[in-house]
């Protein structure tokens, strides 16, 4: 019996958006849709205490898979969210290759989950928020487009960018609020 694909959800392509990030770049009513599903499951992440980041992985406007960060959860450190989607999503496709997919990612992803989407032949990977720090994108590397690599995808930033860095700036805020206000007990050797 084949596999057939279980599709999460389906948002109509409208027209074009021009939207933030590079001069005149542009994004579809789709992009904005997905991107809005992934900063959903970013705000999950920060209320079960994982670092905000969410991922959406779809084709033709169906969003094959969901995920956020569950390093925290699962003591797993490639629990990244994009790595999670990636995962789901070919497992809903029933192989690895995603050509034609899109991976929506709230922050720029990192060396791993870059590497994960090019290893994925993802077409495409529309992210919000740049990673100054581990941004593999554009940032510090741009994996997607370094044709030394067998496989290359388009790759844009900065779609709802604000939103995410917020999401982002409120958890780590929060955190460190957190870790002020707690007791700290004295070291003592066993």
Known sequence: MAHRPAIIATVSEKDIVTGPGEPGSTFMDTDLSMMRRALLAAEGAAERGEVPVGAVVARRGE????????????GDPTAHA??????????TLGGWRLAGCTLYATLEPCPMCAGAAHAARLSRLVYAAPDPKAGYAGTLHNTPADDRLNHTFAAEGGLLEAEAARILRDFFKNRRQKHRESPRTPFRRP
Do not use: G, M, Q
């Not at 969003?63 to 699962?74: D, Q, S």
């Open 82 to 91: 994009e790595l999670l989607a990636i995962r789901e999503a070919a497992r």
């Open 63 to 74: 969003i094959l898979a969901v995920a956020a960060n569950e390093r925290e959860a699962t």
